[in-house]
């Protein structure tokens, strides 16, 4: 079982940048993916950005290109999330996750991750 820990959330007027933080123990040699989705109240949880931890292939919805940066340091096994220019469809938990033997594709679903953080709260105020 792989443990997530998430940090970085907070309140943020729009326009602004938020740093989330993603670190992974346990058995994290058998994660290929970890990917941040978000769950907004009333909405569906969805795909925000993932990387595979592998060859570094990084995937964004389409929705937070261009405004949000993934990355990932290797010898702490942590990936980071760079939000910037927030917006008013960005608030939500944000959560981090891990896939199991499996690397992500354009097309990855959240039924392909198997540990999941708590969370980290974002509010963006217009």
């Known amino acids: 079982q792989v443990h997530l820990t998430e940090s970085g959330g907070g309140s943020v007027q729009a326009g602004g940048s938020l740093r989330l933080s993603c670190a992974a123990s346990?058995?994290?040699?058998?994660?290929?993916?970890m990917a941040w989705f978000r769950q907004s109240p009333g909405k569906a949880r969805e795909g925000v950005a993932g990387?595979?931890?592998?060859?570094?292939?990084?995937f964004y919805a389409d929705s937070v290109k261009g405004r949000f940066t993934l990355s990932r340091e290797r010898l702490k096994e942590t990936i980071y999330l760079q939000m910037d220019s927030l917006n008013t469809v960005d608030p939500g938990m944000y959560l981090c996750?891990?896939?199991?033997?499996?690397?992500?594709?354009?097309?990855?679903?959240?039924?392909?991750?198997?540990?999941w953080g708590q969370g980290t709260k974002v509010t963006v105020s217009s």
């Open positions: 346990g058995n994290v040699n058998i994660v290929r993916c």
């Open positions: 990387v595979n931890l592998g060859g570094g292939a990084t």
């Open positions: 996750a891990a896939a199991p033997w499996t690397y992500c594709t354009d097309v990855t679903g959240q039924d392909d991750f198997e540990d």
